[in-house]
């Protein structure tokens, strides 16, 4: 599985920002998906996951009720939907997939269960 990360950019304080993640071929339906950002002289950190059919998620309490997590299978591409941004969201945001249909959430909080990552994409939240 590739994945290519987009939708990154410049944004004030108090705006939003949608994430995608394209995926390459035909099990993307047998993954889950998460988002992870890195900060700036910070290491890699959870923000979000989804099951393999979007039925369950889980957030990081940084980002509970101003991100949301959602996915396309039919398209093979999972979101990140960020709003009310802050300064602090700051980060090279990463999407990562770990095969399986497991039906908990929590299981694919951890970077180390994610067998593929993406390239990242670099959001800047301007005060």
């Known amino acids: 599985v590739q994945l290519q990360a987009s939708g990154g950019g410049l944004v004030q304080a108090g705006g939003s920002l949608r994430l995608s993640c394209a995926a390459s071929?035909?099990?993307?339906?047998?993954?889950?998906m998460g988002w992870f950002r890195q900060a700036p002289g910070k290491e890699r950190e959870f923000v979000a996951t989804i099951t393999w059919s979007g039925g369950s998620t889980y957030y990081a309490d940084s980002v509970k009720g101003r991100f949301t997590i959602s996915r396309d299978n039919a398209k093979n591409t999972v979101y990140l939907q960020m709003n009310s941004l802050r300064p602090d969201d700051t980060a090279v945001y990463y999407c990562a997939a770990r095969y399986g249909r497991a039906s908990n959430p929590v299981l694919t909080t951890t970077q180390s269960v994610y067998d593929y990552w993406g390239q990242g994409t670099l959001v800047t939240v301007s005060s």
């Open positions: 071929g035909r099990t993307f339906s047998s993954y889950a």
